[in-house]
């Protein structure tokens, strides 16, 4: 069973930094994409950048130019680099792993961005 294991959620300013980083139980190239997901209270989860195993990254309008999705293949390991927070990318973060149509989750991190 694939395990996806989260970490880098913290507390932080308005404009601040943060990285998130996903460790994934087997080889990042066994899975079709990969992506980071959140979900704020209240709200529906929501995409925020996803990477194809080919390499073609897309971000969510809310975050693009903000957020900078990585994937390092020696590490293996999916990197979120958060920039520019706002109070609004408060949510817990997941990261997601595709093999064919099946979804893979991990537990979540929590990101709060507060002034």
């Known amino acids: 069973q694939v395990q996806l294991v989260e970490s880098g959620g913290d507390l932080v300013k308005p404009g601040g930094s943060l990285r998130l980083s996903c460790a994934p139980s087997?080889?990042?190239?066994?899975?079709?994409?990969m992506a980071w997901y959140r979900q704020a209270p209240g709200k529906e989860r929501e995409l925020v950048a996803s990477i194809a195993l080919g390499g073609t990254i897309t971000y969510a309008v809310s975050v693009d130019g903000r957020f900078i999705l990585q994937r390092d293949d020696v590490k293996n390991r999916l990197f979120l680099q958060m920039n520019d927070v706002k109070p609004e990318d408060t949510a817990v973060y997941y990261c997601?792993?595709?093999?064919?149509?099946?979804?893979?989750w991990g537990q979540g991190t929590q990101v709060t961005v507060f002034p």
């Open positions: 087997s080889s990042i190239f066994e899975f079709n994409a």
């Open positions: 997601n792993a595709r093999i064919l149509s099946r979804h893979i």
